[in-house]
């Protein structure tokens, strides 16, 4: 799958809004009240403790601001499923969007939802869905083209099958050749054509979108999406053999150049 590259505002923007704004509140009551009360030996960090309560206003605002992008993306994703009136209007916004679509619906499903953060218009798996056990790769292909053939649905199905998911889901605007049904016929494949894509959407609708528990949310740490080593920036994986069999965990995006990681909390 593509990997994702950008900075650590980048990542904190893909957080609930409010999740930055209590790490914002964190960050300033440390820097403003607590970190100033430290009595250091070394006169260097004893001078910047003391100075820390100046920074403290101008890190937070720097938190804030993902928050307020974090916001306004959630709002944005909820008003273009809200606006969808059918397969003729989703079939007329772009590839990007046509992603987002899917992934708001999925959310408001009650999955988890994890942007792979590459492909483009005619590119892989575009998200992963994670909820009661269930590890489903989506691929959103070719929304504006009417008949989708078996080889993008045999090719998800072999990666199904080598990241050890439990299903894969081909979802389009328009529709499935035959060869594809009876290909995804009898294995853990569900095809989407746009109809029924549609259908989705309106039940939905009105619906809040379910929170989205990413690994912050689900009890781990802010920085787990932080490679150690690196700095750059981590994926989960599962582990696919060994003891752990079956344990999602933090990878670095760069592996195998870097081989940082971290368990995955849960």
């Known amino acids: 799958m593509a990997k994702r590259n950008g900075s650590i505002l980048d990542d904190l923007a893909l957080f609930p809004w409010w999740v930055n704004a209590v790490l914002a509140v964190i ?3 440390s820097l403003e009240y607590w970190i ?16 820390a309560h100046v920074l403290a206003p101008f890190l937070a605002g720097i938190i804030l601001a993902p928050a307020a992008v974090s916001a306004f993306n959630s709002w944005r994703k909820g008003q273009l499923l809200e606006k ?15 992603e987002e679509l899917v992934g708001e619906a999925y959310r408001r499903k009650g999955y988890r939802v994890t942007k792979t953060g590459g492909g483009g218009a005619d590119g892989g798996v575009d998200l992963i869905l994670k909820k009661n056990g269930e590890h489903l ?9 009417d008949k989708v053939g078996v080889k993008v649905v045999r090719e998800l199905y072999g990666v199904v099958a080598s990241e050890d998911a439990t299903g ?11 060869e594809a049904l009876d290909f995804a016929r009898g294995k853990p494949m569900e095809l989407i054509e746009g109809a029924a894509l549609a259908r989705m959407i309106e039940e939905v609708k009105k619906k809040p979108s379910s929170v989205n528990l990413n690994p912050i949310l689900a009890g781990s740490r ?43 909390y849960v």
């Open 168 to 178: 894969g889901v081909v979802i389009c605007s328009g529709a499935f050749t035959q």
């Open 222 to 264: 802010l920085s787990d999406n932080i490679c150690p080593l690196c700095g750059g920036e981590m994926v989960l994986k599962t582990a696919r053999r060994g003891p752990r069999a079956g344990d999602d965990f933090w990878s670095c995006s760069s592996y195998p150049k870097c081989r940082g990681k971290k368990p995955h």
């Open 137 to 145: 790769l989506v691929q959103c292909k070719n929304w504006r083209v």
């Open 27 to 29: 960050v300033y009551l």
């Open 36 to 51: 100033p009360t430290i009595k250091f030996q070394n006169t260097f960090y004893a001078g910047t403790a003391k100075a």
């Open 84 to 98: 969808q009136k059918g397969v003729g209007s989703i079939k007329s916004i772009s590839w990007r969007e046509f």
